[in-house]
């Protein structure tokens, strides 16, 4: 289901002006993987109910737990986005949650504050301000 809801959301040519809470709401499932990626960049992994994965790259961003320590193994029983703010919440079944808040703009170019590549490989990246990119996570970027 999250995947046809990612087709509807996310048509090729990457810009929409669809709501992304939808899609967001599908984060649901396993925390499979939480480490540390070159530049000090916390990297979480989730498996849904269909075995899909989803990665989450914390850039520009404040990441903070409510509850728990270790959160490899816990399970995220619901998502939300603030689309004007960027923050993410995912709350976990022992009644924690794990929130992504973004950083304030230093400069013009600042890194995005979050990435999230869904399981059909799309890359939502918020930031830096009230900026949403959708684009395939395959395609490089050029510039």
Request: net charge negative; glycine share 6%.
């Amino acid at each position: 289901m999250a995947e046809r809801m990612e087709r509807a959301l996310i048509p090729p040519g990457a810009a929409t002006e669809a709501p992304l809470e939808p899609l967001f709401s599908a984060i649901t499932g396993r925390i499979t993987s939480v480490r540390n990626t070159f530049p000090d960049t916390p990297r979480i992994e989730i498996r849904d109910q269909h075995k899909n994965t989803w990665h989450l790259s914390v850039l520009d961003s404040s990441l903070s737990s409510s509850g728990t320590e270790f959160l490899e193994g816990e399970t995220v029983v619901e998502t939300s986005l603030s689309e004007r703010t960027g923050e993410l919440v995912f709350n976990l079944s022992n009644g924690s949650a794990l929130t992504v808040s973004p950083n304030p703009i230093e400069s013009r170019d600042d890194p995005p504050n979050w990435e999230v590549v869904t399981p059909n490989g799309w890359s939502i990246e918020f930031g830096p301000g009230p900026k949403v990119q959708i684009q395939r996570a395959d395609v490089p970027v050029t510039g």
